[in-house]
């Protein structure tokens, strides 16, 4: 039996639609949640990320704001506009759109946000409420991973997870989250032994490596739920024909559009295989942004002092 798709697409429209009430209702008391979203310099990834970001907040009718301070900025002068953006009543989440510049200190700059408008929840604070599972903000990405597994109702308590790579911004959270929800939670990463049959005893198998369709049969138990959450540019026919066994529709996509997005996963293995799985495009990336739009109401609730935040 083929594995069922998990539409993330179809839940990111579900949680919008709530999100949308919620908006409703802060602005019949008179609060218009904020986001600011902060752009340094000109990575294409990056400019394509913001525009989404700054384009779901205004589908939600939230207030945003773009600021694109120079590449060539100091961490001082982002210090001093993160200072003027905590002070700034209108927002209530700052977005630091990564990766800063290499002359900028990313991790100071982070550290100066408001934890209570640090709506990725990097900040250092959040990142230690995340593992104490106290209340806080959590990044994005792994919250929406969560919101995919809980809404497709894929048991959690006492399953066996192996996460896939451990960066600060998807492995560790996710494998804090899991285990928060009673998973028993192994983290692999480039120097793990025998990562295949690691990964084969896992009921729920993350995969955020950046390496494209590294996932492959070995890896997946029959029946797994497989969360991929990378994002892989192909762009010649020879990274074609080695990612995909029947690889003629996706040859017109490149040769329509330059390149095939594929994810960390082989998706076919993952089709004929796995239980469950996220596809890419159309999986885990439409949760991440609306997840930073979530944590940016819960933000305007909370420091608005608004019932119920
Ligand atoms: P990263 O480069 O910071 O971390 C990659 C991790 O993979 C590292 O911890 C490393 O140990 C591990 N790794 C690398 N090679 C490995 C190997 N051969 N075997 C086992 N582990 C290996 O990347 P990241 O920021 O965590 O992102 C991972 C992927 O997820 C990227 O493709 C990124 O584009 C994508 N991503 C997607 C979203 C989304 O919204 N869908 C959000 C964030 C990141």
Same mark, same amino acid.
């Given at each position: ?136 903000? @959590?990044?994005?990405? !792994? *919250?929406?991973? $969560? /919101?995919? %597994? ?5 048991? &959690?308590? #006492? ?83 080695? @990612?995909?066994?029947? !690889? *003629?529709?996706? $040859? /017109?996509? %490149? ?5 095939? &997005?594929? #994810? ?46």
């Amino acid at each position: 039996m083929l594995a069922t798709i998990l539409d993330g697409n179809k839940i990111r429209d579900e949680i919008q639609a709530e999100l949308l009430q919620q908006v409703a209702d802060l602005k019949r008391r008179g609060v218009t949640p904020g986001l600011a979203a902060v752009l340094v310099g000109d990575n294409p990834a990056s400019q394509i990320y913001v525009r989404s970001k700054v384009q779901a907040s205004e589908t939600l009718g939230l207030y945003s704001q773009k600021i694109e301070p120079s590449k060539n900025s100091t961490t001082e002068e982002l210090l001093g506009l993160v200072h003027s953006l905590n002070q700034d009543e209108r927002i209530d989440g700052i977005l630091i759109q990564l990766p800063l510049p290499p002359q900028v200190d990313s991790r100071r700059v982070l550290n100066t946000v408001d934890p209570a408008k640090d709506v990725d929840g990097f900040h250092s604070v959040n990142l230690g409420n995340l593992v104490a599972g106290r209340p806080g903000f @959590v990044p994005c990405t !792994p *919250a929406g991973i $969560l /919101e995919i %597994l809980k809404r497709s109702k894929i048991p &959690l308590s #006492g399953a066996r997870a192996v996460v896939i790579g451990r960066s600060d911004i998807v492995g560790k959270p996710v494998a804090m989250l899991l285990l928060h929800e009673h998973a028993t939670v192994t983290i692999c990463h480039s120097r793990t032994r025998d990562l295949p049959a690691v990964a084969r005893q896992a009921d729920i198998l993350v995969a955020a490596i950046g390496k494209a369709a590294f996932v492959t049969a070995e890896f997946i138990k029959p029946g797994a739920t497989v969360i991929d959450v990378g994002i892989n540019r192909l762009t010649t026919q020879e990274e074609v024909r080695n @990612v995909f066994h029947d !690889p *003629a529709s996706r $040859l /017109e996509t %490149l040769a329509k559009r330059g390149s095939v &997005l594929v #994810g960390d996963v082989q998706p076919e293995d993952a089709r004929s295989i796995a239980g469950a799985f996220t596809p890419v495009p159309g999986g885990v990336g439409p949760l991440t942004v609306i997840m930073l739009m979530s944590n940016t109401i819960k933000a305007a609730r909370q420091r608005r002092a608004v019932a119920g935040g």
